[in-house]
C-alpha cells in the first residue's frame, strides 16, 4: 500500500502528460475558419440555421468577425499579403466587383451541391445569382419601417411619406452609404421602377437623387451597422428608418416591437459568400461556402431570419420561424404581395459605379 | 467702499468662473464612474440608480469585462506594445538627450527639431505613411510594425523630460568624478545616471502611456491579432456601444491617475 | 568644427562634439527609418502611380504619337483591347479602371463592361467593337483620359486636394460646384481650430492665473484637476462626451427632467458640429493651460500690487504689467494647441456625425473607404506643410527646446 501512492501518482501524472498531448494534438489539427458577416440578429440566425451544423459535421470551427459591406478591408489584408479573413458574406456588387480586382478567389458553379430536385447548381439558381467568385445564397432587402407607437394617427405606406417631413415630422435613420439611398430618393421623387438605374446613370438624374435626399439631410441619422436601426427605432432615436427587412422581423417576433415595414419600394438585394484570395484555409473554406450553399443551409437560415433562398428548388421549403412557429413566408422579401413594388438592385451598375458613388456620397455628407 | 465690493463681485465673479471651467475639465470624466455600476445596459442615470436602489447597482459591465476573452487579449497586446515601445523609446531617447543637451553637440537645434517631430505630426499623417512603408516592409499586421512605430512616436516624450532634467545637471559633478579617474561610462553610471532617473522613468511613462492610448496607427496597420485596448474602444464606441466600454474607462482612468502621480512625485523629487 | 584640434589630444578620447552626436546618431537613424521615411514614401505616392501605365504599356506607347484631336486609328484600339483582356485575365482590371476612373468618371463602367464582353469578340476591327459595345469609345475624351491616367508621374492628386482638375485643353479650372470639398473642409478645419484655440485660451488664461498665485498645497490640488483630464485616454474622454451628450444622455435627461426642454425636443449636442468643438476644447484645454501656468507662476506678485498702489486700476495693472509678462505662455499655449487641432482625427470621427467631420477625416476615408491612397497622401502632405510650417514658428517664437509636458 505504501508504494501504491507513489504508483498512482505516477499512473495519474502519465495520463494527465498524455491528455494535454493529445488535446494539444486535437488543438492543433482541429481546422478553423473565420467568416465575416453582418454581425447582431443575422450572425446568430446564420449560427443557429447552418453554422452549428457544419461544425459539427466537419470539425471545422468557425469564427466569427463583424462587418459592415465594403471592399476596402478585404483589399488591405490581399495587398498588404497578410489574409486572416477566410470567408466574407457580401452584397452581389461587391462580389462581382471583388471577384474583378482579384481580392476573391474564383469559385466554379459545379462545385456547388444540386438542388433539392436533383438540378445542377448553374440551374437551380437564377442567373444573376453565379458570380465567377461564387453563387449567392439569399435575397434580402432594405425597407423602411416606421414605429407604431409613436407615429400619430396617419400612418406612411409609400416611400415619398419616408421624404415627406411635414406629414411625418422628426429623424429619419439610413444607412451611411449611396446604396438604395440614391433608389429611394428617385423613387420618391416619382422616377418609376423600372427607370431608376437609367436615371441614376446620368448626371442630371444623380443631381435629382441628391438633390431629393438634400431636403431631409439635417434629420438624417446615419447608421452602418444592421443592428442599429432595430435600436434607434426603439429608444425614439428616429421616427423611420430604412433597415434590412430580417432584423426588423427578429425585432417583431422575438422582443414584440410594435414595428411597421412598408414594403413600398423594398430594394431587393442578393447576397452569397465569398472567399478571400489568398487565405490559408481555402480547403475549409471552400467546403463552407458549398455548406452555405445547399438547399437546406438556406431554407434553415430562413427558419430563423426573414431572408428567402436564393435557389428555385429551396423556395417550397420555406417553413416556419424556428422559435415562435410563425410562418415565415409573408415575411419573406420575395413573397408575393411584398415583391411587386419591389426594385431590383442593379449590381452591374453599382459593381461599375459604386467606388465613383461613395465618393460623392461622401463628399455630399461632408459639405 | 464701492470699489471694494465691486472689486469683491469681480473677485467671486472670477472664482466662480474659475470653478466652472474646473467642472468642465472633471466632471465629463467623473460621471463615466457612477455609470459604469449601471445594472441596465444604458449610459444613463436610471430611476432607481437616483434612488440609491441596491438592485439598479450592479457590477455585471465589470464581469463581462473580465470574462471577455477579447478583452485580455486585447489588454496581452497593449501591454506587450506598450513595454517592449518603451523599453525601445526609453533607451534611444535618453542617449539622445544626453547627446542633445551637451552645448557641443553641432546641428544641435536641427536635430532637436527632427527628434521632436513626431510628437507634433497629425497622428493620421504618420499613420498613413506608416502604413504604406510598413507594408511594403512586410511589417503591416506585425507585433514589431506596430512596436517600432509606437516607439518611434514615444520618443520625443523621453528626449524632452530627460533633456529638461538635465538642465538641472551640473556638468562639474562628472568632471569631478572623472578627475578622479572614472571612465565615462563608469561616470554616467554612478553619477550622472542616478541623479537624472527621475526624468527618465518619467519619460519612460509618458510613452508608455501615449503607446496605451495610441489608436490611430492600430487602426491603420494592427491587423486582428493586434487588437489593443484603444482599438477594441474604438469599435465598441463606433458598432456596438455597450457599458462594458465604460468599466474599461473607469479601469484607464485609475491608469491614469497613477501614472500621473508617480509622475508628478518624480519630479517634486527632482525639483528638490 | 571643434573637432579637429581635439584629435590631436588622443585618439581615443573622441571630441565633446562628436561624442554628443554620436550619442543622438542611433536615435536619429531610428526616427529616420521608422519615421521619417514613413514620411517621404507617403509624398512620394502623392505623385507616383504606375499602376496604368504598368498595365496598359502598349497603348499608352502608342498614344504618346497621337494628335489628340482625331479619334485614334485601328491599331491602338486592338492594342487596348488586348491589353484589357489581359488585364481582365491578371485580375488587374478593377484597379486601372479605378485609376482611369478618377481621371474621368464614368469610365470604369465602360472599361470594366468592354473587358467583360469583349471575351466573345473573335478579332475586329476593333473600333467597332469597342464602340458597339460603350459609347465612351468613340469620345477623343476618353483616350485624353487614358493618356493622362498613365503618367507615371503626376500633379493630379494635388490639384485634386484642391478641388483643381486640368480641362481638356491643359488649363487649370477649378472643379464642378458640387464637387468641391476639399478646400471647405480645410478652411472648415482651420475655422473650427481657430476657434478652439480662441475658447482654449480664453477659459484657459483665469484658471492657469488662479493656479499660478494659489497658496502651493491649493495650487497643487488644482494642478491635479487639469493634469487628470490630460493623462486620461483620449478614447475614454471621448466617450465621456458621448455619454453625456447624447440624445437620450446625461444633459439631456437632465435638462427634459428639470422641465427646460420637452422629451420630444431634446437637444441635438452631439455627432455634428457642437460635440467635435465641445469635445476638442476639453481635450486640449490642459495643452493651453499648463505653459500658461509655468509662464504665469515666475512672475512675481509684488509686481501687480506695487502697480495697484501707485494707483492704477486693477485692470490697469493686469494690462499694463502683467499680460505682456504671460505673452510667451500665451503664444506657446496656442501654438501647441492650434498645432494639435488641425491634424484632428479621432474626436471628430466619434463625436462629430457628418457635418463635424475635419480634413483628417477625409484623409482616414481615402486610406481606409475609398482607398483613394494617392489623394490620400496627397492631402496628407499639404497639411504636414502647414503643420511644419507652424513648427518652425513654435521653433522661432518658442523655441522646442524649451517644450515641458505635463
Known amino acids: 500500500m505504501n508504494h501504491a501512492i507513489p504508483m498512482k501518482g505516477i499512473l495519474v501524472s502519465c495520463m494527465i502528460v498524455l491528455a494535454a498531448l493529445s488535446g494539444g494534438r486535437a488543438a492543433a489539427q482541429e481546422q478553423s475558419l473565420t467568416f465575416v458577416s453582418w454581425g447582431g440578429a443575422y450572425a446568430r440566425a446564420c449560427v443557429k440555421g447552418y453554422i452549428e451544423r457544419f461544425e459539427r459535421e466537419t470539425g471545422i470551427e468557425v469564427r466569427i468577425e463583424d462587418y459592415n459591406g465594403g471592399l476596402a478591408q478585404i483589399r488591405a489584408q490581399v495587398d498588404v499579403g497578410n ?3 477566410d470567408v466574407v458574406d457580401m452584397e452581389l456588387a461587391d462580389m462581382v466587383r471583388g471577384c474583378d480586382e482579384g481580392l476573391l478567389a474564383p469559385v466554379d458553379i459545379d462545385e456547388m451541391a444540386p438542388g433539392a430536385d436533383g438540378t445542377p447548381a448553374a440551374e437551380d439558381l437564377p442567373e444573376d445569382g453565379i458570380t465567377e467568385c461564387g453563387p449567392t445564397n439569399i435575397y434580402y432587402s432594405t425597407v423602411f419601417v416606421y414605429n407604431d407607437a409613436r407615429i400619430g394617427a396617419t400612418k406612411p405606406n409609400s416611400v415619398a411619406d419616408f421624404f415627406d417631413l411635414e406629414k411625418f415630422p422628426g429623424r429619419r435613420g439610413m ?6 439611398n440614391l433608389e429611394f430618393a428617385l423613387l420618391a421623387d416619382g422616377v418609376p421602377l423600372d427607370e431608376v438605374y437609367a436615371t441614376l446613370d446620368t448626371e442630371a438624374g444623380l443631381g435629382r437623387a441628391f438633390r431629393k435626399l438634400d431636403t431631409i439631410k439635417d434629420q438624417i441619422v446615419w447608421w452602418e451597422a444592421g443592428a442599429q436601426p432595430p435600436q434607434m427605432l426603439a429608444d425614439g432615436e428616429v421616427v423611420m428608418t430604412t433597415a434590412y427587412n430580417g432584423r426588423i422581423f427578429n425585432a417583431q417576433v422575438l422582443e414584440d416591437q410594435p414595428f411597421v415595414i412598408v414594403w413600398d419600394g423594398q430594394v431587393l438585394d442578393t447576397g452569397g459568400i465569398g472567399i478571400v484570395e489568398g487565405t490559408r484555409n481555402f480547403e475549409a473554406a471552400m467546403k463552407f461556402v458549398r455548406f452555405a450553399n445547399t438547399p437546406r443551409a438556406m431554407a434553415d437560415l430562413g427558419r430563423y431570419i426573414a431572408y428567402s433562398p436564393s435557389r428555385r428548388s429551396a423556395t417550397s421549403l420555406i417553413s416556419t420561424h424556428a422559435e415562435t412557429g410563425i410562418d415565415m413566408n409573408p415575411h419573406m422579401p420575395t413573397s408575393p ?19 465613383e458613388m461613395n465618393e460623392r456620397f461622401s463628399t455630399w455628407l461632408a459639405r | 467702499m464701492t470699489t471694494t465690493a465691486e472689486q469683491g463681485f469681480w473677485h467671486i465673479a472670477y472664482l466662480g468662473f474659475c470653478a466652472l471651467v474646473f467642472a468642465f475639465l472633471i466632471a465629463p470624466i467623473l460621471v463615466i464612474v457612477p455609470l459604469s455600476f449601471n445594472a441596465e445596459p444604458y449610459f444613463t442615470f436610471t430611476e432607481g440608480m437616483l434612488r440609491l436602489d441596491a438592485d439598479a447597482w450592479s457590477l455585471r459591465w465589470y464581469r463581462q469585462v473580465v470574462e471577455d476573452e477579447e478583452w485580455s487579449r486585447a489588454l496581452a497586446n497593449s501591454l506587450l506594445i506598450g513595454v517592449s515601445a518603451t523599453v525601445l523609446a526609453t533607451a534611444l531617447g535618453t542617449l539622445a538627450a544626453l547627446g542633445l543637451s551637451n552645448p557641443a553637440m553641432p546641428a544641435r537645434r536641427f536635430a532637436t527639431g527632427l527628434l521632436i517631430s513626431p510628437m507634433v505630426t497629425p497622428v493620421i499623417i504618420s499613420a498613413a505613411g506608416m502604413f504604406f512603408f510598413y507594408s511594403e516592409l512586410g511589417l503591416a499586421q506585425t507585433h514589431l510594425g506596430l512596436i517600432l512605430a509606437h516607439a518611434a512616436l514615444g520618443t520625443p516624450f523621453v528626449v524632452i523630460t530627460v533633456t529638461a532634467t538635465l538642465a538641472g545637471y551640473d556638468e562639474n559633478l562628472s568632471r569631478a568624478a572623472a578627475s578622479m579617474g572614472a ?5 554616467f553610471r554612478r553619477v550622472q545616471l542616478p541623479l537624472i532617473a527621475p526624468g527618465v522613468v518619467s519619460g519612460g511613462i509618458f510613452a508608455f502611456a501615449a503607446s496605451f492610448d495610441e489608436v490611430v496607427v492600430v487602426l491603420f496597420m494592427g491587423g486582428i491579432e493586434q487588437r489593443t485596448i484603444p482599438r477594441q474602444m474604438w469599435s465598441g464606441i463606433r458598432e456596438e456601444i455597450s457599458p462594458a466600454i465604460l468599466a474599461v474607462a473607469v479601469f484607464l482612468i485609475v491608469f ?8 508628478e512625485w518624480l519630479r517634486r523629487r527632482n525639483a528638490r | 568644427m571643434n573637432v579637429v584640434p581635439e584629435q590631436k589630444t588622443g585618439r581615443t578620447r573622441p571630441g565633446p562634439g562628436l561624442r554628443a552626436a554620436l550619442l543622438v546618431l542611433p536615435l536619429l537613424v531610428f526616427i529616420g527609418v521608422t519615421f521619417l521615411a514613413p514620411l517621404a514614401n507617403m509624398l512620394v505616392r502623392s505623385v507616383h502611380d504606375p499602376v496604368v501605365a504598368d498595365a496598359l504599356p502598349g497603348t499608352l506607347e502608342k498614344l504618346r504619337d497621337w494628335d489628340g484631336r482625331n479619334l485614334p486609328d485601328e491599331a491602338i484600339y486592338e492594342a487596348l ?9 491578371d485580375r488587374t482590371l478593377g484597379q486601372v479602371a479605378t485609376r482611369i476612373n478618377r481621371v474621368q468618371s464614368g469610365l470604369r463602367s465602360a472599361l470594366t463592361r468592354t473587358a467583360r464582353r469583349l471575351g466573345n469578340v473573335e478579332d475586329g476591327p476593333w473600333r467597332e467593337a469597342m464602340t458597339g459595345i460603350h459609347a465612351a469609345w468613340g469620345e477623343t475624351g476618353t483616350w485624353l483620359a487614358l493618356r493622362e491616367a498613365g503618367d507615371r508621374y503626376t500633379t493630379r492628386h494635388y490639384l485634386n486636394a484642391l478641388d483643381l482638375q486640368r480641362d481638356p485643353g491643359g488649363s487649370i479650372v477649378r472643379q464642378p460646384e458640387d464637387r468641391r470639398i476639399y478646400l ?3 478652411w472648415r478645419t482651420l475655422l473650427v481650430s481657430l476657434g478652439v484655440t480662441t475658447l482654449c485660451l480664453l477659459i484657459g488664461y483665469p484658471v492657469a492665473r488662479l493656479i499660478a498665485h494659489a497658496p502651493p498645497r491649493r495650487a497643487y490640488l488644482l494642478l491635479i484637476l487639469v493634469l487628470v483630464p490630460f493623462w486620461t485616454s483620449l478614447l475614454v474622454r471621448t466617450t465621456s462626451w458621448i455619454v453625456l451628450l447624447q440624445n437620450q444622455g446625461v444633459l439631456n435627461d437632465m435638462f427634459v427632467f428639470l422641465g427646460v426642454i420637452g422629451d420630444d425636443g431634446r437637444l441635438a449636442m452631439i455627432y455634428n458640429m457642437t460635440g467635435t468643438f465641445v469635445a476638442m476644447t476639453h481635450v486640449l484645454l490642459p495643452f493651453m493651460v499648463l505653459p500658461l501656468y509655468s509662464v504665469m507662476s515666475a512672475i512675481p506678485r509684488v509686481q501687480t500690487s506695487a502697480a495697484e498702489s501707485l494707483g492704477a486700476t486693477a485692470w490697469q495693472s493686469f494690462w499694463r504689467v502683467y499680460w505682456p509678462q504671460t505673452l510667451p505662455g500665451v503664444g506657446a499655449g496656442c501654438l501647441l494647441v492650434f498645432i494639435l487641432a488641425i491634424g484632428y482625427y479621432i474626436t471628430p470621427a466619434l463625436v462629430g456625425g457628418s457635418t463635424g467631420q475635419l480634413i483628417s477625416n477625409m484623409i482616414a476615408f481615402h486610406m481606409q473607404s475609398s482607398l483613394n491612397w494617392s489623394l490620400a497622401a496627397a492631402l496628407g502632405g499639404i497639411l504636414l506643410v502647414c503643420v511644419a510650417g507652424l513648427y518652425v514658428l513654435y521653433d522661432r517664437v518658442v523655441g522646442i527646446e524649451r517644450m515641458r509636458l505635463g
Not at chain 1, 340 to 351: F, K, Y
Open chain 3, 184 to 186: 471647405i473642409l480645410f
Open chain 1, 175 to 180: 444607412r451611411r452609404s449611396p446604396q438604395v
Open chain 3, 81 to 89: 483591347a488586348g491589353e484589357l483582356l489581359k488585364s481582365r485575365e
Open chain 1, 337 to 355: 404581395e411584398n415583391v411587386d413594388r419591389a426594385l431590383h438592385n442593379d449590381w452591374e451598375w453599382w459593381s461599375d459605379n459604386g467606388e
Open chain 2, 256 to 263: 491614469a491617475v497613477l501614472f500621473l502621480l508617480t509622475v
Open chain 1, 83 to 85: 489574409v486572416y479573413w
Open chain 2, 183 to 187: 571612465g565615462p561610462l563608469t561616470v
